[in-house]
């Protein structure tokens, strides 16, 4: 199981928005970027814009953040584009007169919890300046 696609999508996409301020980008420059089609980059887009991180406007080139990349922080982007309720599913009907069947569940929930929860907090404590940083710095070398 792996978390969407979208997420990093996103991440992608508000990095440039903050990279290129000084000209008005669009979604074709960006789905080039990304190397893929531009529908999905508007479809990103637009639960980015619901989030309230963008402002853009159809027919209009002009989308930027609508805050600070240092107060975005992955999290926030996590929540805004991936709809799933946990990272991690539990497989449904394991046989309750199986030893293992009937305590899967409640075993692996506590530890799926813990490991969603720590993600979480990693992504609470990283920002999208952060990840623009970095990105600068390995450009340069």
Not at 35 to 40: M, R
């Amino acid at each position: 199981m792996a978390i969407s696609t979208r997420f990093s999508v996103a991440v992608h996409i508000l990095t440039l928005i903050d990279m290129n301020q000084e000209r008005s980008i669009t979604s074709d420059f960006i789905a080039a970027s990304i190397n893929t089609n531009p529908v999905v980059i508007r479809r990103i887009m637009s639960k980015l814009k619901k989030a309230g991180l963008i402002k853009s406007s159809p027919g209009i080139s002009g989308t930027y953040l609508l805050k600070d990349a240092s107060e975005i922080t992955l999290y926030d982007i996590y929540v805004a584009v991936d709809v799933a309720d946990h990272l991690f599913d539990i497989h449904k009907n394991p046989n309750p007169n199986c030893e293992v069947g009937a305590n899967i569940q409640g075993t692996l929930d506590n530890v799926f919890n813990h490991a969603e929860q720590q993600m979480e907090a990693d992504l609470k404590r990283t920002t999208l300046s952060q990840i623009i940083s970095d990105i600068k710095q390995k450009a340069t070398n």
